[in-house]
């Protein structure tokens, strides 16, 4: 059984910090006045200085008790208010405020962070081992969330998208060599989609919100780097090659069309045979042709 998420409570109603400021100066200066009197008078007698000391001691310790409670939050940052082991609400709102001063104040930043996971090894879909990183953009959306729900939220980060690109790599191969599909080389835009909606399900327990989430590098591992680099060359000069082909096949179906609808010449089929070969050979080859000039007959 999911154990529930624990619920942000923004605190609305805050004290400002200047007026306290004011009222510790004047404990402050209180406690220095009492002192003053007890150590002006001549053969004081006990009750007296303690009649003035003992404030004097007590204003000094309702200073300090008010300064301990001032805190500051800058924009963007924000502060967890934790009462001997209960939550007390967050402070959201960018200021200078007065709190209980019993409270444990826990700062978490709100704003926008990066994070860029290290480049690890793994096997696709294929089992071919590749390596593979990415680089996250978040921030903390629920403070209460990330404060109680995980034991550090930061390194909950990088631990779950870790497994998300391992688990994302494991689904998709490399690259696609026949046919049509999702490869993480070929279908970026799809994949970092898959990875940013996985995080998203992930990091949503420690209460942080994902705004994107992508590949940063992707590689063969160099154990099998090279083979793989000569299997892509060949490929690619069998596509070209496919193509060239096509080409020529309908550049020759083509002449021969002209010749036959101009009358140009009239060609029995071992002759139409013979200048569909050497028409093969001109367009399909890899270097400039030489023809042989027939000065002869036909």
Known sequence: MQREASKERILEKTISGFPMIILALLFIGTAILLFFI????RNPSDLEIAMSVIPGILCLILALLT??????????????????????????HHGFFWV?????????????????????????????????GSVVVWKVEETAQAAFDVEDFEDYVGVQTESAIRHLASEHPYDITEGSGTSLRGSSDIVNEELEKELSTRLSMAGIDVIEARLSHLA????????????????????????????AVGMVEMALDHLKANNVVKLDEERKAQMVCNLLVVLCSDRGAQPVVNSGTL
Request: glycine content about 8%.
């Open 67 to 92: 300064a301990i409670g001032l805190t500051v939050v800058e924009p963007n940052m924000s502060r967890v208010l934790i009462l001997f082991g209960n939550y007390k609400g967050t402070l959201r």
């Open 220 to 247: 063969y591992s160099p154990e099998i780097a090279g083979a793989m680099l000569q299997r892509q060359q060949a490929e690619a000069i069998i596509q070209a090659r496919t193509r060239i082909v096509d080409g």
């Open 38 to 41: 007890a150590g002006s008078k």
């Open 100 to 132: 209980n001063p019993f409270t444990v104040r826990r700062k978490i930043s709100l704003r926008v962070r990066n994070f860029n996971s290290d480049t690890i090894k793994v096997n696709d879909l294929l089992g071919n081992p590749i390596e593979i």
